[in-house]
């Protein structure tokens, strides 16, 4: 009977003690403040380097094609063919091309003789007119004006000569400029000069080479460092080539959100090709410093990206935007400060206003 009565006095004694309302309000205030991981915000330098696709280009590429129809009556050069400007590359045989330019020269001969002769009838009646009654008034304005007729129909015959004979200089078909023979469509003999045709050859200056790259949009803000970057190519997988940047668009291509960044390349020895790949290393940088955090600070849902902030013992969401990405650290902008207490890692669950306790880790 005495056991039983101890073992009742002993169940109310702890029964009480676990119902202390001081203890129990202790215990509730621990629960609803979390201890979480922070950090200070802090700006660094923005230093990265990284590799994007690159196109190499021709720096001058040229289809020729002929200005007036004809048959191909010569082609001097072939693929490979190293030539120079002004130098022949193809003569056009068109008869009636030199028939007209015949034609027009001996045009222009006869109106020169008509010309100088009533140019003679002119000059000695206007001397015989210097004496009294020898030549009418009307007589001399007649000869003046057949000499002014004359000399318009010697000028305009000149001037289809010359255009005849340039005529004739499109069937000497020369390079524009130095460069290589990169393509050649026809042979001896073939008609050209029709629309939509191929072109007879497709001359390429090698000497240089543009190099096009595609920046993505969070990168056209950045330097890029000496505004020099180096690539190597596929055939050169080991060997290591230099570029300049020479010239950006200006634009971002709303399809691939890019901006094209033109180098300029080199290629003294040819040992690049125009149409190869490029794996292309740039080392970019921001002007101003930059706040730098991990990736797990930052919260990303549907409707937005935020980092949390430990401000006054509670949790308050601070919407940002991400920059560049370093190898364990993301670039932010947003509304902060330097100093300020940042959750290292952030989850919806913590709602603005819930009270934390921020516990700094370096």
Same mark, same amino acid.
């Given at each position: ?19 202390? &309302? ?6 509730? !205030? ?66 009636? @091309? ?96 029709? &629309?939509?045709?191929? &072109? ?70 040819? !040992? ?53 990405? !370093?190898?364990?650290?993301?670039? @932010? ?30």
């Amino acid at each position: 009977m005495k056991s039983i009565i101890s073992i009742l006095f002993l169940a109310i004694v702890f029964v009480s003690c676990s119902n202390d &309302p001081q203890k129990n309000n202790a215990t509730s !205030m621990t629960s609803k403040n979390d201890t979480v991981k922070a950090f200070i915000l802090k700006t660094g330098k923005i230093e990265k380097q990284t590799t994007l696709p690159g196109e190499l280009l021709s720096y001058e590429k040229v289809d020729i094609h002929p200005k007036i129809p004809g048959y191909i009556k010569q082609i001097k050069v072939d693929i490979g063919s190293v030539v120079r400007k002004g130098q022949l590359l193809a003569v056009i045989d068109a008869p009636e @091309i030199n028939s007209r330019f015949g034609e027009a020269g001996s045009k222009m001969q006869a109106a020169k003789a008509k010309y100088e002769a009533s140019r003679d009838t002119y000059n000695r009646v206007l001397e015989a007119s210097r004496s009294d009654g020898v030549i009418a008034p009307d007589e001399l304005q007649r000869a003046k004006n057949q000499m002014l007729a004359d000399s318009a129909d010697f000028i305009a015959a000149t001037f289809s000569s010359k255009s005849s004979k340039q005529i004739g200089n499109y069937l000497m078909i020369v390079a524009p400029f130095n460069g290589i023979i990169t393509e050649r469509n026809v042979h001896e003999g073939a008609y050209v000069g029709t &629309p939509n045709e191929k &072109p007879i050859v497709v001359i390429e200056d090698n000497s240089r080479l543009r190099l096009r790259v595609s920046i993505p949009e969070a990168l056209t803000g950045v330097q890029l460092k000496d505004n020099k970057i180096n690539f190597s190519t596929k055939a050169s997988p080991n060997q290591s080539f230099e570029g300049k940047l020479v010239r950006k668009s200006g634009s971002i291509d709303a399809a691939t959100r890019t901006e094209v960044w033109e180098f300029e390349v080199r290629n003294d020895k040819e !040992m690049l090709k125009p149409g190869a790949f490029a794996e292309v290393k740039l080392d970019v940088s921001r002007n101003q410093p930059s706040f730098l955090i991990p990736f797990s600070a930052v919260v990303t849902t549907l409707e937005k990206k935020f980092v949390i902030r430990a401000k006054n013992s509670a949790a308050e969401w601070i919407d940002v935007s991400q920059g560049l990405n !370093m190898s364990d650290k993301t670039e @932010i902008f947003g509304k902060l400060n330097e100093g300020d207490t940042i959750i290292s890692k952030g989850n919806e669950e913590l709602k603005p206003g819930t009270k934390i306790i921020a516990k700094l880790t370096n």
